[in-house]
């Protein structure tokens, strides 16, 4: 992690921002939640840093952002310009000839990048790499002046084919980046070496469209962070557990501003770490920084566990995110669509996300019908019991008006929830209209934002071939626990793991995840013929340079190791299948790669993916794959244990009407924290915590096993 140890993982979400300081060397730990400002994200970073405590010291800093996610979404970004190919200035309309409304007469997309924006040169590179006409040098510089006076604050250069020979392209951003007054010059080759012209390009105009917003951001941070640790006071010693709650909280009572001198670092798509010299290079990696994150910590604690298939639930104050875990490994797709058309063509892991969140507002539409998001209340002015001046119902509102949620123990550093205000929004917006009690019409927003959650999880598992009979849920988030039961039943689950700490499970994953750094090369080959030998010399010149770019990257790592991966298709087949062919470590030893050995790798691929083969047809490689792993220290997840002087008496909190199935109920209430390892709790029940509250609903059980887990299952 670094010399010392201390690492720090903060995300930054659209209601809270998470933080985890990790010091395993004394096996401890502290948490926050504080509130996200919308607009100025590294508020909400430095505020949690002092909560925690984080004192000047060396170690690692590595952030989960949504800024460009937020950014793309909001459109927010700079007027960009692009250079391309002759012929070629539509792509990012054409896309793949898709429209949002299948029967209507127009298109409705509205690309990043305005078309008068968008200038061609003359300059042709075919298919096999040879160029046919070389870019004019002249015509580059012209271009280029002409966008910087139209406006534009960042350029692209999209060629055609750059993928297989980028000299063309490599000359005319060098005449760019000459003349350019800022370092915001992106080249396709460098994002994205890979065949499909529009994906190649999209990606290529959403990483320009970010570079200037990330890159302020982080200056941002940066200087932020350099100016604390420049007023700060004197190191403190290490963590001890006289200094933190049971559950990880710092005491309060430290006076004085405190600093982090440690490296920032940025949690990608793809659940790995990057420099941000990186993030700065490539912004479009970061485009689920934060949710990808949460699936890394849930693979860690899932593990630890004992537990390989995971279904995982991540409920924060504007969206539900939902993906799986299948064999110890999360799904990673090659690509992701945000806001229909923008396509970003990057490893990510693979998570569906719908608006559902805590913040999700609830109505009735003009047909008497019932609907719960997507449009949020975020953090500013948040549910209507926040007292910020929002009147409208949220998820949030309903559950607190249920009794699930206490009043007097709300998330984070927020003061006593107002009930009356969350009853008075639920009677305006939905009971008078639907002719519900305000406890019925609570209800009825928690189902249908249930239903709406299930039916992210079958599309990621059900629909995708994965049987629930195999598979646990975890739910996190500040949110996802309070549904744990109802989805448990509506997807048909055994069981669920509730994490020690849910509502910090993604800063949690930015304090443990590896480095990792991706390379693809489109080659276009055919199995049959093939030069085994001379696939593996550019496999392994692939895995160097991604190596170089982890090792680069200021973070010690316990070993690393290179996986590569062949993108392989029956002739004929539109789409390609990654299929592993060994791993390495940072030396690079031999695959000893033949054609047998590939033809058996993807056969077996294929045939776990599709259940049978297709003999007689030829294969061919799309493209090579080569993906760096800085293996950082494995987490040790007994650091969650119960604390010794848990108990059962300790942690009881006495009773209280709870509304579920249509009327009020006692429930036993619940301090989850004092709880001790093997204690087990019967439904109806409410256990609470400073970072997330659980519901065990009637039917249901539940115990905490030596992690601090809640393992709920059918009573």
């Excluded at 790669?593 to 049978?612: G, K, N, P, V, W």
């Excluded at 293996?631 to 008496?649: T, Y």
Aim: aromatic letters at 6%; one cysteine or more.
């Amino acid at each position: 992690m670094s010399d010392s140890g201390l690492v720090i993982g903060v995300d930054v979400g659209g209601t809270f921002t998470d933080v985890f300081l990790l010091d395993p060397a004394a096996r401890s730990f502290r948490t926050c939640k504080v509130a996200s400002h919308r607009g100025d994200e590294a508020r909400g970073f430095l505020n949690g840093l002092s909560a925690v405590e984080a004192t000047n010291t060396d170690g690692a800093l590595v952030h989960g952002t949504t800024v460009g996610t937020n950014a793309l979404l909001e459109r927010r970004g700079p007027r960009i310009g692009i250079i391309t190919t002759a012929g070629f200035r539509d792509v990012l309309e054409m896309r793949r000839r898709d429209r949002r409304r299948v029967w209507g007469l127009w298109g409705d997309f509205i690309p990043l990048v305005d078309r008068d924006m968008r200038l061609e040169v003359g300059e042709r590179t075919l298919a096999d790499g040879t160029i046919r006409r070389r870019v004019d040098a002249a015509e580059v510089r012209t271009a280029a002046k002409l966008l910087l006076e139209q406006g534009a604050q960042s350029l692209a250069v999209l060629f055609i084919n750059a993928y297989a020979n980028p000299e063309n392209e490599r000359s005319a951003v060098a005449e760019v980046r000459s003349g350019w007054p800022n370092a915001y010059v992106t080249a396709s080759h460098e994002v994205l070496a890979e065949i499909r012209e529009f994906e190649r390009f999209s990606t290529t105009a959403i990483n320009a469209y970010l570079q200037p917003v990330v890159a302020a951001y982080l200056a941002k941070l940066e200087t932020s962070l350099a100016l604390r640790h420049a007023r700060a006071c004197p190191a403190h010693p290490r963590l001890s557990s006289s200094s933190q709650d049971v559950d990880g909280r710092a005491k309060p009572g430290h006076d004085g501003e405190q600093s982090f001198a440690g490296g920032l670092h940025i949690v990608q798509s793809n659940g790995g770490v990057m420099s941000t010299a990186s993030a700065r290079a490539f912004p479009v990696r970061t485009a689920l920084s934060g949710p990808a994150a949460g699936v890394v910590a849930a693979t860690a604690l899932a593990q630890a566990a004992g537990f390989e298939n995971v279904i995982t639930c991540d409920l924060g104050g504007t969206s539900f995110d939902v993906s799986v875990i299948a064999g110890g490994k999360a799904a990673v797709a090659p690509q992701t669509t945000v806001d229909f058309g923008i396509v970003i063509r990057t490893p990510m892991i693979e998570i569906t996300t719908i608006g559902a969140g805590g913040g999700s507002l609830a109505c009735v539409d003009r047909g008497g019908l019932l609907q719960v998001g997507p449009e949020s209340a975020g953090s500013v002015p948040g549910p209507a019991c926040y007292g910020h001046g929002n009147t409208r119902p949220t998820l949030t509102d309903a559950q607190l008006a249920l009794g699930r949620i206490n009043a007097l123990r709300p998330l984070g550093e927020l003061e006593a929830l107002d009930v009356e205000a969350a009853k008075r929004a639920i009677a305006t917006h939905v009971g008078v209209r639907l002719g519900l009690s305000v406890a019925e019409a609570a209800e009825a927003i928690v189902r249908v934002a249930e239903a709406k959650m299930a039916g992210a999880m079958r599309l990621v598992s059900i629909e995708r071939g994965h049987d629930p009979d195999h598979f646990i849920l975890m739910p996190f988030g500040g949110g996802g626990a309070l549904h744990a039961c109802a989805l448990m039943r509506e997807i048909g689950l055994k069981c669920a793991l509730v994490p020690r700490l849910p509502g910090i499970t993604s800063a949690l994953g930015c304090a443990i995840a590896d480095l990792k750094h991706d390379v693809v090369q489109s080659v276009n080959l055919m199995l049959e013929g093939l030069d085994a030998a001379d696939l593996e010399r550019r496999l392994r010149i692939g895995g160097a340079a991604a190596n170089a770019v982890v090792a680069s990257a200021g973070m010690p790592t316990e070993r690393a190791e290179i996986l590569y991966e062949l993108d392989m298709y029956y002739l004929g087949q539109t789409h390609t299948l990654a299929v592993p062919i060994g791993m390495t470590d940072a030396s690079h030893g031999a695959l000893g790669l033949t054609q047998a050995a590939i033809r058996s790798a993807f056969e077996q691929a294929y045939s776990t993916a599709f259940s049978r083969l297709l003999p007689g047809l030829p294969v061919g490689i799309m493209s090579l794959r080569a993906t760096a792993i800085g293996q950082r220290p494995l987490f040790d997840a007994a650091v969650f244990s119960p604390h010794a002087s848990s108990s059962l008496e300790k942690a009881q909190r006495g009773e209280r009407q709870v509304w579920f199935d249509g009327g009020w109920r006692q429930t036993q209430i619940w301090s989850r924290l004092d709880l001790r390892a093997d204690s087990s709790i019967e439904g109806p029940a409410i256990l609470e915590q400073p970072d997330a509250t659980t519901v065990i609903e009637p039917g249901f059980g539940g115990r905490t096993d030596p992690f601090g887990n809640l393992i709920i299952g059918w009573a």
